[in-house]
């Protein structure tokens, strides 16, 4: 059974940074096309990050700002969140995607305040 454990939240001033991981097991991980979503109250939960076998992409509101990578010996996906802006509050959302089937973690929560 595929699960997706997510770690790496919590509160951070506005400005810094956090590193987010997502473990993957019950899978070939370096098959899956692995993503991060965000899902802020009141609003629909929107795609912040995803890397595939030769693709990486990015919602606009976070290029340059945050990096996914993914270390397939670890079956981890990360995603560095650096000049954190109070807008990036959410809960965060790793995803597992190939073919029809798609997985979720169980989201960590990102606060960017002062």
């Known amino acids: 059974q595929v699960q997706l454990v997510e770690s790496g939240g919590g509160s951070v001033q506005p400005g810094g940074s956090l590193r987010l991981s997502c473990a993957a097991s019950g899978m070939f991980f370096s098959i899956w096309a692995m993503g991060w979503y965000r899902q802020s109250p009141g609003s629909q939960r929107e795609l912040v990050a995803v890397?595939?076998?030769?693709?990486?992409n990015y919602a606009d509101s976070v290029k340059d700002r945050f990096t996914i990578s993914r270390d397939n010996a670890k079956n981890t996906v990360y995603l560095q969140m650096d000049s954190l802006k109070p807008e990036d509050t959410a809960v965060y959302y790793c995803n597992a995607r190939i073919g029809m089937l798609n997985y979720w973690g169980q989201g960590t929560q990102v606060t960017v305040s002062s």
């Open positions: 890397t595939g076998h030769d693709s990486t």
